[in-house]
């Protein structure tokens, strides 16, 4: 029998194979298509759970996709698609639960006129099931801290094929876990979270030409350092590679406070020569996320990020002599600190919350560059890469045991694989970052 015909007979209904609109939109994802064996798409936690026991007992492997935003294509097995939990719902002091398959710009627009927001990333289209598991360093992080930060429940589908409700009361361990060690413990169906108000909000986006971005990234971070915790900003440097992009720093900012009040704080960037073009107003939380590129621009990305604990003089000329590499290299400072900082390092596995910012670095080569052209690239980009500590996994797209190392310091790691050997430990569960049980 074949691995379609015998899930189309374990999960009845909600199996899906090629021909069929629900295959390849399931099979789909940010990277391009897959080609797995079938696609899932199941409606409630009990057929998640069925499509579990039965993946387990075709022995194929299992992908799962939320918003899609984050996961390669799958190659083989199943893909267990929650496109049908896009649900929001606003309950009780701020609470808000939403499906793991609904995409933020959605959750953005549901809970707008309840005068909610809850920071996630800045783009409308990632889905909420990758993010809330991984991190989700959105648009008020210093105002609220990671994504992660404000679940306060998740309805969770185990390797068993049973459905848990796991809060800090209810599961302590697995519900650190879940707070940003990705898609290893289970299957995430829907999560609560605490959303906050966010009327009032002033922002907008400040251009710069190239003729100075050094001074750029001293007054961003001058701001940046002495800001209070309603500033919230993304500093990206881009390259001059394609018609209609203008090169050079932007400035993305927003707070929750006047415009006034904005433009003073940004003073000491707004009164740079180099300054183009400056869009500040008043703006909703939903019109600060932003529509997604459509797809993976074709380039072979090189390059890292980390969470910089420091924005020393050191560290932003490092920066600039990154940028100065002959092919184009884009840079992007996110502001951290504040509320970020103010969670423990052992609170949730994301554990360099002592950063002032995380640092994206990454030069475009042609897609079929060479390993040797790419590996000399790395070496220009590591000096500056060499001022952060860790990495975030959900922007980072090289895998294994290595990495890993990177993205967890070593505690943290061992605690994960324990509880992953507790709730997964025949290792059902394998995302691209993959945690493998204790043994
Ligand atoms: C254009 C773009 C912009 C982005 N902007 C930001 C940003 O501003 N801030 C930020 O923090 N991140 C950002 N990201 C990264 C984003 O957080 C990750 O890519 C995230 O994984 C996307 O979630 P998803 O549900 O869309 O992805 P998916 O591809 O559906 O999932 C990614 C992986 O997460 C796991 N997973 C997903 N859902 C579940 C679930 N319900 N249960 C168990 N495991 C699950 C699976 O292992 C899956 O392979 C961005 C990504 C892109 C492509």
Same mark, same amino acid.
């Given at each position: $029998?074949?691995?379609?015909? *015998?899930? %189309?007979?374990?999960?009845?209904?909600?199996?899906?194979?090629?021909?069929?609109?629900?295959?390849?939109?399931?099979?789909?994802?940010?990277?391009?298509?897959?080609?797995?064996?079938?696609?899932?798409?199941?409606?409630?936690?009990?057929?998640?759970?069925?499509?579990?026991? +039965?993946?387990?007992?075709?022995? #194929?492997?299992?992908?799962?996709?939320?918003?899609?935003?984050?996961?390669?294509?799958?190659t083989e097995g199943?893909?267990?698609?929650?496109?049908?939990?896009?649900?929001?719902?606003?309950?009780?002091?701020?609470?808000?639960? #939403?499906?793991?398959?609904?995409?933020?710009?959605?959750?953005?627009?549901?809970?707008?006129?309840? /005068?909610?927001?809850?920071?996630?990333?800045?783009? =409308? @289209?990632?889905?909420?099931?990758?993010?809330?598991?991984?991190?989700?360093?959105?648009?008020?992080?210093?105002?609220?801290? =990671?994504?992660?930060? =404000?679940?306060?429940?998740?309805?969770?589908?185990?390797?068993?094929?049973?459905?848990?409700?796991?809060?800090?009361?209810?599961?302590? *361990?697995?519900?650190?876990?879940?707070?940003?060690?990705?898609?290893?413990?289970?299957?995430?169906?829907?999560?609560? =979270?605490?959303?906050?108000?966010? *009327?009032?909000?002033?922002?907008?986006?400040?251009?710069?030409?190239?003729?100075?971005?050094?001074?750029?990234?001293?007054?961003?971070?001058?701001i940046t350092v002495?800001?209070?915790?309603?500033?919230?900003?993304?500093?990206?440097?881009?390259?001059?590679?394609?018609?209609?992009v203008p090169a050079?720093?932007?400035? +993305?900012?927003?707070?929750?406070?006047?415009?006034?009040?904005?433009?003073?704080?940004?003073?000491?960037?707004?009164?740079?020569?180099?300054?183009?073009?400056?869009?500040?107003?008043?703006?909703?939380? /939903?019109?600060?996320?932003?529509?997604?590129?459509?797809?993976?621009?074709?380039?072979?990305?090189? /390059?890292?990020?980390?969470? +910089?604990?420091?924005? %020393?003089?050191?560290?932003?000329?490092?920066?600039?002599?990154?940028?100065?590499?002959?092919?184009?290299? $884009?840079? $992007?400072?996110?502001?951290?600190?504040?509320?970020?900082?103010?969670?423990?390092? @052992?609170?949730?596995?994301?554990?360099?919350?002592?950063?002032?910012?995380?640092?994206?670095?990454?030069?475009?080569?042609?897609?079929?560059?060479? *390993?040797?052209?790419?590996?000399?690239?790395?070496?220009?980009?590591?000096?500056?890469?060499?001022?952060?500590?860790?990495?975030?996994?959900?922007?980072?797209?090289?895998?294994?045991?290595?990495?890993?190392?990177?993205?967890?310091?070593?505690?943290?790691?061992?605690?994960?694989?324990?509880?992953?050997?507790?709730?997964?430990?025949?290792? #059902?569960?394998?995302?691209?970052?993959?945690?493998?049980?204790?043994?």
């Amino acid at each position: $029998m074949s691995i379609l015909s *015998d899930l %189309s007979e374990r999960v009845p209904g909600r199996t899906f194979g090629p021909g069929s609109t629900e295959y390849d939109d399931g099979r789909t994802v940010f990277y391009g298509p897959g080609d797995p064996d079938a696609v899932i798409r199941p409606t409630t936690p009990d057929e998640v759970a069925a499509a579990v026991r +039965a993946a387990v007992a075709a022995k #194929v492997p299992i992908s799962v996709r939320s918003g899609g935003h984050g996961s390669l294509p799958a190659t083989e097995g199943v893909v267990i698609d929650l496109t049908e939990f896009d649900g929001v719902e606003v309950g009780d002091a701020g609470l808000v639960t #939403v499906g793991a398959g609904a995409h933020w710009g959605d959750v953005a627009a549901a809970i707008a006129p309840h /005068g909610l927001g809850i920071t996630s990333g800045d783009t =409308l @289209d990632v889905g909420v099931g990758g993010l809330a598991l991984g991190g989700g360093i959105g648009w008020l992080v210093r105002t609220h801290g =990671l994504t992660v930060d =404000l679940v306060r429940e998740v309805e969770l589908v185990t390797a068993a094929g049973e459905v848990r409700t796991v809060s800090a009361e209810s599961h302590p *361990d697995l519900f650190w876990a879940l707070r940003g060690g990705g898609g290893n413990f289970g299957i995430a169906t829907r999560f609560t =979270l605490q959303a906050t108000p966010v *009327d009032g909000l002033v922002g907008g986006h400040v251009h710069f030409d190239q003729s100075d971005i050094g001074a750029v990234l001293r007054a961003w971070r001058d701001i940046t350092v002495a800001s209070p915790d309603e500033l919230n900003s993304t500093l990206v440097v881009m390259p001059p590679f394609a018609p209609g992009v203008p090169a050079g720093p932007q400035l +993305a900012v927003a707070l929750r406070g006047t415009e006034e009040e904005l433009r003073r704080l940004l003073e000491p960037l707004l009164s740079l020569p180099s300054v183009t073009e400056v869009e500040l107003a008043p703006v909703a939380y /939903g019109d600060l996320l932003e529509a997604a590129p459509p797809g993976r621009p074709p380039f072979r990305f090189v /390059g890292g990020n980390g969470f +910089a604990p420091e924005l %020393s003089d050191e560290f932003l000329a490092a920066c600039e002599r990154a940028l100065a590499t002959p092919a184009p290299t $884009m840079l $992007m400072l996110r502001a951290l600190g504040g509320a970020f900082s103010r969670v423990a390092p @052992d609170a949730t596995p994301i554990a360099y919350r002592d950063a002032e910012a995380l640092f994206i670095v990454n030069t475009l080569l042609p897609l079929d560059a060479a *390993d040797e052209e790419a590996a000399a690239v790395q070496v220009g980009l590591d000096e500056a890469l060499g001022f952060t500590s860790g990495r975030y996994a959900n922007f980072t797209q090289e895998f294994g045991d290595d990495v890993l190392a990177t993205i967890y310091p070593p505690a943290t790691l061992d605690r994960l694989r324990r509880v992953k050997a507790e709730v997964d430990p025949g290792d #059902v569960f394998r995302p691209a970052h993959h945690i493998a049980p204790t043994r």
